[in-house]
């Protein structure tokens, strides 16, 4: 019922009334506070004009552009357990608890109208994650970098962390709980559904989602080991479980095989095998999608990276993170219209969601050419290129 309530926009609309959204008030103030430009000065310098344009257009509405990172303590808030949002009162839905803005998400109001008088109370708790550690890619960017920002404040080190039972259930959060002893000293306090939590002091951190700092963090939670990288990597996307692909796939592995690109599919692997393969790769040709988040695993002095991205999904997402990380060389080359495609064309394919696209193979290999012949004295990207220092 709920998931047809918001389907038909009855339950979004209704939400969207009822909730009266709170970012600031005397009940709210910061531990820490800083303001930063994330990427600043980012090169755009492309063979793909498209793209240089794109970028012009889009870098100065990003987000991230211009981000915060802080730790704010809030007095008296309600986390439901759902997605971990903090509310107060009958209405009040505290912004900065809210994950994904986007599609913007609210507490369920009948649960909350039911069970918000029988909640536990805690004296104080730090808010980590209701909802982002779903996927991979929020849990590196937007997730496990929350913690870093702790530290700046003297918050004692005990201090309970919120994180709901799906979320400490999840692959990402129990394979870095697995491989880190820093992120297991943390007092962790699972908030199991249907239960509701009344704390006192709530503090919610935040931190600059691209910065090197945070990337840092995050990285060195994995203690990951020293890999001399080789592979060449072509990372595709497995058809049969997403909606976008090559419909020229079988011509661009066969050009790549020449170069002694392996094919591989990141959703065919475990996390671990997925961490370990881009450990071990230098050269990497992918089709643009979350498994690219993975570049953050590589050896950044070493990586060599191609994005292949349709024309009209154009995201800038990866090439800042590239840049921020100080990977060695990244490149992007532009596929056809994925939604311009006329639906009777016979070498497309259109059925069960799954959009194909063609990418030019003889633009595609001329990017790996210069790739793999890119000089090891310069970081690249696309044609512009600064001294490297080891």
């Known amino acids: 019922m709920r998931s047809f309530l918001w389907r038909s926009r009855i339950g979004r609309t ?43 257009n889009d870098l100065g509405n990003w987000e991230i552009q211009n981000q915060a990172e802080y730790v704010l303590e809030i007095d008296d808030v309600l986390v439901e357990p759902e997605r971990c949002l903090g509310t107060k009162g009958l209405n009040e839905l505290i912004e900065q608890t809210v994950v994904f803005t986007a599609d913007y998400q609210y507490p369920y109001i009948l649960p909350h109208l039911l069970h918000r008088s029988k ?20 849990h590196l960017v937007e997730t496990v970098c929350r913690l870093s920002v702790l530290s700046k404040t003297d918050l004692p080190k005990d201090t309970p962390i919120i994180v709901n039972r799906f979320v400490y259930n999840s692959p990402f959060f129990q394979y870095l709980f697995s491989k880190s002893p820093y992120f297991q000293s943390f007092n962790w306090l699972i908030q199991e559904p249907h239960e509701w939590l009344q704390v006192e002091k709530l503090y919610r ?22 890999v001399i990288p080789s592979k ?41 095998e997925q961490v370990k393969l881009f450990q071990e790769t230098e050269y990497l040709v ?35 993170q590239a840049y921020s990380l100080g990977i060695k060389y990244y490149d992007v080359v532009l596929g056809e219209d994925i939604d311009g495609l006329p639906m009777s064309s016979s070498n497309h394919k259109r059925y069960d969601g799954l ?34 220092v080891e």
């Open 205 to 226: 951190p935040k931190a600059l989602y691209f910065g090197k700092e945070s990337w840092s963090f995050t990285r060195n939670l994995y203690n990951l080991g020293e």
């Open 355 to 388: 959009k194909e696209y063609e990418v030019n193979v003889s633009k595609l290999e001329g990017a790996v050419l210069r790739m793999l012949n890119a000089p090891a004295d310069k970081k690249v990207y696309g044609n512009f290129s600064v001294p490297f």
């Open 232 to 272: 060449r990597v072509f990372l595709s996307r497995d058809k049969k479980l997403y909606t976008r692909g090559l419909s020229n796939e079988a011509e661009v592995i066969d050009m790549l095989h020449k170069y002694g690109f392996e094919v591989v599919y990141a959703e065919h692997l475990s996390i671990d």
């Open 286 to 320: 992918a089709l643009t999608g979350m498994g690219l988040i993975q570049q953050f695993f590589m050896r950044y002095e070493k990586a060599h990276v191609i994005e292949i991205i349709p024309v009209n999904r154009l995201m800038p997402e990866y090439y800042c």
């Open 14 to 56: 209704t939400a969207e009334k009822f909730w009266k959204k709170r970012h600031e008030g005397n009940d709210m103030r910061y531990l820490f506070f800083n303001e930063a430009h994330v990427i600043k000065d980012l090169p755009i310098c492309f063979n793909e004009e498209t793209f240089n344009k794109f970028l012009h």
């Open 119 to 138: 909640a536990k109370f805690i004296k104080s708790a730090v808010l980590y994650d209701g909802s982002a550690t779903r996927n991979l890619y929020h």
